[in-house]
T-cell receptor
Framework: DQQVKQNSPSLSVQEGRISILNCDYTNSMFDYFLWYKKYPAEGPTFLISISSIKDKNEDGRFTVFLNKSAKHLSLHIVPSQPGDSAVYFCAASVAGNQFYFGTGTSLTVIP | DTEVTQTPKHLVMGMTNKKSLKCEQHMGHRAMYWYKQKAKKPPELMFVYSYEKLSINESVPSRFSPECPNSSLLNLHLHALQPEDSALYLC?????????????FGPGTRLTVL
């Protein structure tokens, strides 16, 4: 059973606009979450993390929001750039032990 | 150096062949991981090494045999694989196995079993 779900397989956004990628999880014990970006023929690249003691973490154009009661996190990219076009994975763990990954969302930023 | 390298990039092998995948990192990380990823699926954890000792084996068939010769190297020995083992094999490392630290991934080896 998939413990981490990304229900949108793909997303298209105009350059300069906001991209919002969503991730839901089922295990209430998860307390550490990561977002990765993956280009074709490359391994996933770490983007940003958040632990459950926070509800928001920012790094430049990337912000991750965590809603523990809804078991939901989202990644906001503002402004979106064509180079952001990639597959985005969220991953969740209990205290950094064994990450569970979502199936990914393919983001296309249209120039 | 924040890179995890993997060789080869691509590998085609028959079901009777023996081959090995190699992973290397020089970040001083003491935890290393093997993941398997099929198309349109998330990465699935196979093995975890912590301080060069096997920590987790996620019920992986014995035709996959991991080895950690030292803290920088991780190998995956392959023997008598099946066509359904064709996938992208990803190596990752982190500072330690537990704790709030991210995993760094290599580019992967695309394996095709004929």
């Amino acid at each position: 059973d998939q413990q981490v779900k990304q229900n949108s397989p793909s997303l298209s956004v105009q350059e300069g606009r906001i991209s919002i990628l969503n991730c839901d999880y089922t295990n209430s014990m998860f307390d550490y979450f990561l977002w990765y970006k993956k280009y074709p023929a490359e391994g996933p690249t770490f983007l940003i993390s958040i632990s459950s003691i926070k509800d928001k973490n920012e790094d430049g154009r990337f912000t991750v929001f965590l809603n523990k009661s809804a078991k939901h996190l989202s990644l906001h990219i503002v402004p979106s750039q064509p180079g952001d076009s990639a597959v985005y994975f969220c991953a969740a763990s209990v205290a950094g032990n064994q990450f569970y990954f979502g199936t990914g969302t393919s983001l296309t930023v249209i120039p | 150096d924040t890179e995890v390298t993997q060789t080869p990039k691509h590998l085609v092998m028959g079901m009777t062949n023996k081959k090995s995948l190699k992973c290397e990192q020089h970040m001083g990380h003491r935890a290393m991981y093997w993941y398997k990823q099929k198309a349109k699926k998330p990465p699935e954890l196979m093995f975890v090494y912590s301080y060069e000792k096997l920590s987790i084996n996620e019920s992986v068939p014995s035709r996959f045999s991991p080895e950690c010769p030292n803290s920088s190297l991780l190998n995956l020995h392959l023997h008598a694989l099946q066509p359904e083992d064709s996938a992208l094999y990803l190596c990752a490392s982190s500072q330690v196995e537990t704790g709030y630290n991210e995993q760094f991934f290599g580019p992967g080896t695309r394996l095709t079993v004929l």
